[in-house]
C-alpha cells in the first residue's frame, strides 16, 4: 500500500459545462509516468471507501510545477468533494498507478479516444513537448457533441508548429464549429486518418466499452496486440 500524500488545492479549471480541472501544490512532488492514474481520497480513515476515494488520471505533464486531475463532475460524493475544495484545502492522494505510459523511445503514436478519456492523452503531449520530443502523433478524439469537447484549446496550443494530426469528431448532432467530424471512431475513419495505424503505438483510455472496441479495430486493421496500450476507467458510467 502506498503511503497517502497531502497536496495543496490551488486551482480549479472548468474545461466544459461538466469538466473540470483540479490543481494541487506538494511540499514533495510524486514522480509519476505519463498516462498513469493517482487515488484521491477524501476518506483517509477507510481507504477502502470506494465512494469517497477514486482513481483519476494526471492531465499534467510530470515536469509541471502542479499536479492536475480532471474530472467529469456527477451527482456523485466524490464529485461533491471536489466542487467544495476551497484554496489552501489539503487533499490526501494514493499513486502513481498504471502500467499504459507513454515511453520515450516512441516515435510514431496514435491515440484512440472518447470523452474524458482524453486526460492521460493531455499528460502525455505535455511530457512530449516538454521534453522537445520529435514523436509522429495522431490523435482521434470523439465526444457526443462539440460543447463536451474537453482540452480542445490545450489540443490546439500543444500542436502549434507540429506535424501532428488531431482529429475532433461528434457522434450525437452534427457540429456547427469548422474543422470538426461528425461520426463515430470506426475502421472506415481510422483507415483514413491513420492509414499507418499498424505503425504506431496506440494508445486507448476510457470506459470499457469504448476501449473494448477500439482494441477490436486495431486488431482488425493488422495492429499488433504488443503495440496496442489500453486503460480501462472502471466506475465511469457507459453513458458518460
Ligand atoms: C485508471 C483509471 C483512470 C481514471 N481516470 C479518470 C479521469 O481522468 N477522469 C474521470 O472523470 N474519471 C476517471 N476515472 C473514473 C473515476 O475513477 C470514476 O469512477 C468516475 O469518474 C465516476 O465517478 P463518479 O463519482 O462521478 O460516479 P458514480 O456516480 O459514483 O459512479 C458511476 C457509475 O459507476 C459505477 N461504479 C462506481 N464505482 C465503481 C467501481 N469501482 N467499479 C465498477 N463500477 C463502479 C456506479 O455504480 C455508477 O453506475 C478513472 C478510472 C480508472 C480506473
Redesign the pocket.
Known amino acids: 500500500m502506498l503511503m497517502p500524500i497531502p497536496g495543496t488545492f490551488v486551482e480549479r479549471i472548468k474545461r466544459t459545462e461538466t469538466i473540470e480541472s483540479f490543481r494541487f501544490r506538494f511540499e514533495s512532488r510524486p514522480d509519476f509516468s505519463p498516462g498513469q492514474?493517482l487515488r484521491v481520497l477524501f476518506d483517509t480513515q477507510n481507504l477502502n471507501n470506494?465512494?469517497l476515494n477514486?482513481?483519476?488520471?494526471f492531465?499534467s505533464g510530470p515536469q509541471a510545477p502542479y499536479i492536475e486531475?480532471?474530472?467529469?463532475?456527477?451527482?456523485?460524493?466524490?464529485?461533491d468533494q471536489l466542487k467544495r475544495l476551497k484554496n489552501n484545502d489539503t487533499v490526501f492522494f494514493q499513486g502513481p498507478?498504471?502500467r499504459c505510459v507513454f515511453k520515450d523511445e516512441y516515435q510514431k503514436i496514435g491515440f484512440l479516444i472518447g470523452g474524458?478519456g482524453i486526460?492521460?492523452v493531455i499528460s502525455i503531449l505535455e511530457h512530449i513537448v516538454f521534453k522537445n520530443f520529435l514523436v509522429d502523433v495522431c490523435l482521434l478524439y470523439v465526444n457526443r457533441n462539440e460543447h463536451e469537447i474537453a482540452f480542445k484549446e490545450e489540443l490546439r496550443r500543444l500542436s502549434r508548429g507540429r506535424n501532428w494530426q488531431v482529429c475532433l469528431t461528434v457522434d450525437d448532432f452534427p457540429p456547427q464549429a469548422p474543422g470538426i467530424r461528425f461520426g463515430r471512431i470506426d475502421g472506415e475513419l481510422v483507415a483514413k486518418v491513420m492509414p499507418d495505424a499498424r505503425e504506431r503505438v496506440i494508445f486507448s483510455?476510457g470506459p470499457p466499452a469504448m476501449v473494448n472496441a477500439m482494441k477490436c479495430l486495431c486488431l482488425n486493421l493488422g495492429c499488433r496486440p504488443e503495440n496496442l496500450k489500453t486503460?480501462?476507467?472502471?466506475?465511469?458510467?457507459e453513458t458518460?
Open positions: 492514474s470506494r465512494d477514486k482513481i483519476l488520471s492531465s486531475v480532471t474530472k467529469r463532475l456527477s451527482q456523485s460524493v466524490f464529485s498507478y498504471g474524458i486526460t492521460p483510455f486503460e480501462i476507467f472502471v466506475g465511469y458510467p458518460g
